[in-house]
């Protein structure tokens, strides 16, 4: 992880050196961890992975930043085990199931998935877990997740709340036949940074 390590390094030196007069909310931008997960946490979370955990957590940990227009967040270890014990609906984590993971997101409140097969749904959670999501130019209506499959090979789901039908037939309905991830985790967190980082950057070049 040397290299995602030195790319968040890039990332927060770029925005610190951006010019004084968009310093009132840069900060908002810069990603911080959000600590490391012990032993004791990885075991506690394990069962809900049904597949091993991935090293990251011990590595880099839960990465975020305050920015609403472009937002990173990949929870910590401590932040989903408090999310999968909740007993409020919108704030529980029913899983670590990408499906899950994208209701959780939205409060569990998407009911366009009780039109789909419960077996389909149970198929994507137990072969695709979540592990965060990223949103990009201000689109609140829309994330990419982020997610794995049992080889550990990463991918990017898109979902727009308002295209539903873009998200089962393009990203979701290939996934029953075979897996659409094809990334590291260090590749694939690399390019939302690089995506991130470019955005921010023509936003402030356009002001």
């Given at each position: 992880m040397d290299v995602l390590k030195a790319r968040i390094k890039e990332f927060n030196e770029a925005i610190a050196n951006?010019?004084?007069?968009?310093?009132?909310?840069?900060?908002?931008f810069g990603i911080e961890s959000t600590g490391l997960a012990s032993a004791e946490q990885l075991n506690e979370l394990l069962p809900f992975f049904d597949m091993e955990v991935p090293a990251y957590y011990q590595q880099i940990g839960g990465?975020?930043?305050?920015?609403?227009?472009?937002?990173?967040n990949i929870p910590s270890v401590s932040t989903l085990?408090?999310?999968?014990?909740?007993?409020?609906?919108?704030?529980?984590?029913?899983?670590?199931?990408?499906?899950?993971?994208?209701?959780h997101s939205w409060g569990n409140?998407?009911?366009?998935?009780?039109?789909?097969?419960?077996?389909?749904?149970?198929?994507?959670?137990a072969n695709y877990k979540c592990?965060?999501?990223?949103?990009?130019?201000?689109?609140?209506?829309?994330?990419?997740?982020?997610?794995?499959?049992?080889?550990?090979?990463?991918?990017?789901?898109?979902?727009?709340?308002?295209?539903?039908?873009?998200?089962?037939?393009?990203?979701l309905t290939p996934m029953l036949t075979k897996s659409q991830a094809d990334k590291s985790l260090e590749q694939l967190l690399i390019q939302v940074l690089d995506c991130l980082e470019e955005g921010i950057m023509n936003d402030l070049d356009e002001d």
């Amino acid at each position: 992880m040397d290299v995602l390590k030195a790319r968040i390094k890039e990332f927060n030196e770029a925005i610190a050196n951006l010019p004084d007069e968009d310093s009132d909310y840069l900060h908002y931008f810069g990603i911080e961890s959000t600590g490391l997960a012990s032993a004791e946490q990885l075991n506690e979370l394990l069962p809900f992975f049904d597949m091993e955990v991935p090293a990251y957590y011990q590595q880099i940990g839960g990465l975020r930043n305050d920015s609403e227009d472009y937002h990173l967040n990949i929870p910590s270890v401590s932040t989903l085990l408090e999310e999968l014990k909740a007993e409020r609906n919108s704030d529980k984590r029913y899983s670590m199931g990408l499906i899950d993971a994208i209701k959780h997101s939205w409060g569990n409140d998407r009911p366009e998935f009780q039109h789909i097969s419960p077996v389909e749904i149970d198929y994507i959670n137990a072969n695709y877990k979540c592990i965060g999501f990223y949103r990009y130019d201000g689109q609140l209506e829309e994330a990419f997740y982020i997610y794995f499959d049992a080889q550990h090979q990463f991918g990017l789901a898109r979902y727009h709340q308002d295209e539903f039908d873009e998200l089962w037939e393009e990203h979701l309905t290939p996934m029953l036949t075979k897996s659409q991830a094809d990334k590291s985790l260090e590749q694939l967190l690399i390019q939302v940074l690089d995506c991130l980082e470019e955005g921010i950057m023509n936003d402030l070049d356009e002001d």
